[in-house]
């Protein structure tokens, strides 16, 4: 490159690179043709979600994907759209079908793929408060929200996280700078949860510097909700043996089952012994919004902290969990750091930042994602999706149970059916193959009591009756072909 030496031959080269940059600047006429076609892509990816997979297995074709490098020209959008067809969006997990039961889906209503459209065009800052009140404001509202319809006060704060695993871990932070865990404490000191627990809280206990803290395993009772008894004797044997209990992370429910443990009771223990309590309700949460839900999670107002994943039961797209504290100040104690180049940003006139409640800074805006569809839809459909969750649950455990062939779990606290093909562990991981082949529908395993587990999780706003009867059929249908083992 040239090097400009005067005046005139520096405005020169702005000049010239002006030229060459503007491209970036989408003109209104091809903003036009672009969104028209990424339009027309969404579109059609939808109409096609009636009678797409749920599952294709073809781990080596987007491969393909290299083919087409990054370059400096670029490969336009319309082949850019054809790499995502052909590479991306036809193969692997389709957690956007109704017939998709694995793991714990979420599914993604479009106003959210709209919400983040819009966040990503006026690209407002949501971290501070200064940078854009409007975009906090929203955000902290969504916050008070779910903290009112889980029962928590006003001093209730939190933050909208990429997803459950980091808001856990804002919780664990928070708990252990409450509890004044400090490093030399850490061996002495004591964590409270069941088998069924999530595994990023081992992960989050890690990242926290209390990766060699004592993990209690509370045992559970026959339908693997927490056994409280069992936790106060263990809380007190700890403190007879000289450790520093501190922590309970109850579920509500399990990613496994679906098990709620038992809030209430295991709030007493907590307030007994002076512990945080910490409810992990990343699937289950939403269903609060649901009279039986409310009914099941009872005590869930107990907590000090409570994670709830709207990217799960609030079926939004991935990328929103959330964090929400009984006393909301105690995340800050954490989080709040500062520095020089942020000294114009500090004022929050009565809104807390984001950027003070949790390990990130700049972020995207993931209010939008949840306010927009909560204001285009209200909630009401969002809870009467929920019920149907349950009932379809419910309905699919009993049409299991009636089957010669299945044997079911316990009868599902919310909404996920764990089952199994009568025979031996080899028979149900058969099973579970001939399903990912045939790929209609698609369900996941687990490992409970060391057996191998089907189950369902029936979590999407797109899974209606039909799709969980589909689901039996092909389990029946595929059943029928494997030898008992
Ligand atoms: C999904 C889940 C998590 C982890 O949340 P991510 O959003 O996947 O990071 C934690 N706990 C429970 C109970 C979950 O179901």
């Known amino acids: 490159m040239k090097t400009p030496h005067d005046t005139d031959r520096l405005e020169e080269e702005l000049a010239r690179l002006e030229r060459l940059s503007r491209s970036l600047d989408t003109t209104p006429g091809e903003r036009e043709t672009r969104t028209r076609a990424v339009q027309a892509y969404a579109a059609s990816y939808l109409d096609a979600q009636d009678s797409a997979p749920a599952y294709t297995r073809s781990p080596d074709l987007s491969a393909g994907l290299l083919e087409t490098p990054i370059s400096e020209s670029g490969a336009g959008l319309d082949v850019a759209l054809d790499l995502l067809d052909r590479f991306v969006d036809n193969e692997g997990l389709n957690t956007t079908s109704g017939r998709f039961t694995g793991y ?5 209503v479009y106003e959210a793929a709209l919400g983040d459209y819009l966040a990503a065009v006026s ?16 955000e902290n509202q969504l916050v008070r929200w779910m903290a009112g319809i889980i029962g928590f006060p006003d001093t209730a704060g939190g933050y909208l996280s990429a997803g459950g695993s980091l808001a856990n871990l804002t919780a664990i932070v928070t708990a252990r700078d409450v509890h004044g865990i400090e490093a030399e404490a850490v061996p002495r000191a004591v964590v409270y949860l069941s088998d069924h627990a ?43 043996a000289g450790l520093t209990p501190w922590l309970i992370v109850a579920s509500a429910g ?5 098990s709620v443990d038992p809030l209430g009771a295991i709030a007493d223990v907590a307030e007994r012994h002076g512990l945080w309590f910490h409810v992990d309700a990343a699937y289950g949460g939403f269903f609060v919004l649901t009279e039986t839900g409310k009914e099941r999670l009872r005590g869930i107002r107990r907590a000090h902290s409570v994670v709830m994943d709207p990217h799960k039961t609030l079926f939004l797209p991935y990328g929103t969990g959330a964090l929400i504290v009984r006393d909301g100040a105690l995340i800050r104690q954490s989080h709040l750091s500062d520095a020089s180049y942020m000294q114009d940003a500090r004022a929050s006139d009565g809104e ?5 409640m949790s390990p990130e800074l700049t972020k995207h805006f993931r209010g939008l994602r949840m306010w927009l569809p909560l204001q285009v839809h209200g909630v009401a459909p969002f809870r009467h999706a929920l019920d149907e969750k349950l009932l379809l649950a419910r309905w699919a455990w ?15 606290d ?35 009591d060391g057996r191998f587990t089907l189950r369902l999780a029936i979590v999407s706003f797109r899974s209606h009756l039909e799709d969980i ?17």
């Open 104 to 108: 714990i889906p979420g599914g993604g």
């Open 123 to 138: 690209n407002r800052y949501a971290g501070v408060f200064f940078a854009s009140p409007g975009a906090v404001r929203m």
């Open 198 to 240: 999530h595994h990023c809280v081992d992960k989050a206990l890690r990242v926290a510097g209390l990766g060699r803290a004592v993990l209690r395993r509370v045992p559970v009772d026959e339908a693997w909700r927490m056994d409280a008894r069992a936790l106060e004797k263990a809380i007190e044997d700890d403190l007879a």
């Open 254 to 258: 399990t990613t496994n089952t679906g």
């Open 352 to 356: 807390w930042s984001p950027a003070h």
């Open 398 to 412: 009993q049409e299991l149970g009636r089957s010669d062939r299945f044997e079911v779990g316990p009868e599902p």
């Open 414 to 448: 919310l909404s996920v059916v764990t089952f199994r093909l009568k025979g031996t562990d080899e028979a149900n991981r058969r099973l579970l193959e001939a399903v990912h082949a045939d790929g209609r529908v698609f369900f996941s395993s687990t490992v409970i």
């Open 469 to 485: 009867e589909l689901t039996l059929r092909i389990l029946e249908e595929l059943a029928a072909a494997i030898p008992p083992g």
